[in-house]
């Protein structure tokens, strides 16, 4: 049996009692769906232990406008510090002064900031664009550059930080292709969000500090925090993918090799096939791609993508990786300067002239595989949106595959594959996606182990993990591993069967896992 604190072994159990496990020292009322992120939120100084008390209450436009500010001075590494006297009414908090004197905040237009109304939607896509400005961080498209069907009556540039805030992949629409900017967020909500900024900036940075630029973005009375957007210089053409594709001589990062077989970004199906057989599956992707998935060993999992007869990216978890001549270590750090940090992606990453290498981490830092991309695609957003049946059941059983790989690298049984427990596990990640939530439970209050019951599943101990994520099978792996509850739970000795469902809302990937001992 691993060895785990007596902490984490009581909150397994709590689990398999039925009970939601808690990881943290602090205290928070939020749902467990935000509760990571509500935690590092605070562990990060960017939000109160009064937020955390109240994180399914609304958040008022000073409790954001603080928890900003403090983002700001980790970001610049400057005390945000109000020069003069307030310029508001009805406010002279120094967080609000000193937003307003950095032109993250303007105000109502009428002369007041009306600290205790809730912040909305619109609001926040406005002063976190403003705030990245201000930081000297550019946006980057990560998301759909959708457009919503009821923003059209907000002033332009209302219109373009919305649209530069999903686009980063902060924050997304619903399912019926409305933004509703007018609503009003939670504190739990706005705090992920906030995060996620957070890690954006931290990958920009590489961890470091950045010197905020001379000039912000100049002010716009008559709308809540509406202001002038500034033109941003468009980005010179990329090679398109058939020019990345055939011919490209790829460079010694591009290969990885595992009991003497090697795979390499670049390599045809026929030298794919000559080296590691006849692959154990062909699947569908969210790129659209065709997927060679080998798992017959089971201490090695390889998902490997093609594109034009070649590979143009893989995954790979096993208990030996040689990368670029250097076997794969526990921390990126140790293996290679060139190899930065990201707690964005939770990764180390390592890119060239021709690939991008990803290192995926769990909860302690440790490398879980080798993700390697040809440069151009790793650039681009080749996802698709949307996704039908045999692509879903293609994720979920290449989830498996990885967590079985996982179980046997920590010197832990295989799960067997349960159809009522996959399907309780469709059941639930659909409905997620349905209902517009991310909750163990669902809205009417049935929990994970009442769902297995329903489906006549006997058990004498169980538990759930789900998940989500917008990427691929990797990042939804990586996901998982990151969290301490989870990995421990993907990892539970007592487990035997186990099914895996995922269900799509657009670009991104819902999965649940449930799992039992028999």
Not at 185 to 208: D, I, K, P, S
Request: hydrophobic letters at 40%; proline letters at 4%.
């Amino acid at each position: 049996m691993k060895k785990l604190t007596a902490c984490l072994l009581a909150a397994i159990l709590a689990v398999c009692m039925g009970l939601q496990p808690v990881f943290a020292a602090v205290s928070t009322n939020a749902q467990s769906w935000a509760r990571p992120m509500v935690e590092k939120a605070y562990e990060n100084g960017i939000a109160t232990e009064t937020l955390l008390q109240k994180a399914t209450s609304p958040i008022t436009r000073a409790e954001f406008c603080q928890s900003a500010m403090a983002l700001y001075e980790q970001i610049t590494g400057k005390a945000a510090v109000p020069s003069g006297t307030s310029t508001f009414t009805d406010c002279s908090d120094p967080d609000v002064l000193a937003a307003s004197e950095l032109k993250i905040i303007s105000g109502m237009g009428d002369g007041t900031f009306r600290p205790d109304s809730p912040l909305t939607r619109e609001q926040l896509c406005i002063i976190l664009s403003r705030l990245l400005n201000a930081c000297g961080i550019p946006l980057e498209e990560q998301g759909d550059s959708r457009t919503f069907t009821d923003i059209s009556g907000l002033k332009e540039t209302s219109q373009n930080y919305i649209h530069q805030i999903s686009a980063a992949g902060f924050m997304s629409g619903y399912t019926d292709g409305t933004f509703l900017p007018h609503n009003s967020l939670r504190v739990q909500e706005a705090l992920v969000v906030l995060v996620n900024v957070m890690e954006y900036a931290q990958e920009y940075t590489g961890g470091g500090q950045v010197t905020t630029p001379e000039s912000s973005i100049a002010e716009e009375e008559g709308q809540e925090e509406s202001a002038a957007s500034e033109e941003v210089s468009p980005e010179p053409d990329s090679p398109t993918q058939e020019e990345a594709g055939a011919g490209e001589t790829y460079t010694a990062a591009a290969s990885v090799s595992v009991h003497g077989k090697k795979i390499s970004v670049g390599m045809t199906v026929s030298e794919l096939k000559s080296i590691w057989g006849e692959p154990s599956s062909v699947d569908d992707t969210v790129y659209g791609l065709t997927r060679y998935v080998y798992d017959a060993d089971d201490n090695i999992c390889l998902l490997a993508s093609i594109q034009k007869n070649q590979v143009i990216t893989f995954y790979i978890l096993a208990d030996e990786m040689v990368w670029n001549g250097k076997t794969v270590p526990e921390l990126p750090s140790q293996m290679d300067a060139d190899i930065r940090i990201s707690a964005y992606s939770h990764s180390g990453i390592y890119e060239d002239d021709t690939v991008q290498v990803m290192f995926p981490m769990d909860y302690i830092g440790q490398i879980r595989g080798v993700l390697v991309t040809d440069l151009t695609f790793a650039k681009g957003d080749h996802l698709t949106s949307g996704t039908n049946l045999s692509l879903r059941e293609d994720i979920a059983e290449e989830i498996f595959a990885l967590i079985n790989t996982l179980r046997v690298l920590e010197n832990e049984e295989p799960l067997v594959w349960e159809e009522n427990l996959a399907a309780t596990s469709v059941d639930h990640s659909a409905d997620m996606v349905k209902q517009n939530y991310f909750d163990y439970n669902n809205p009417d209050g049935t929990t994970p182990f009442a769902r297995m019951q329903k489906k006549a599943v006997d058990f004498h101990t169980a538990s759930e993990v789900i998940a989500n994520v917008r990427g691929d099978v990797p990042e939804l792996f990586t996901e998982l591993l990151k969290n301490t509850g989870r990995f421990n739970i993907i990892t539970d000795e007592t487990m035997t069967h186990a099914g895996v469902g995922v269900a799509s809302n657009t670009k991104t990937l819902y999965l649940t896992m449930d799992m039992c001992g028999f």
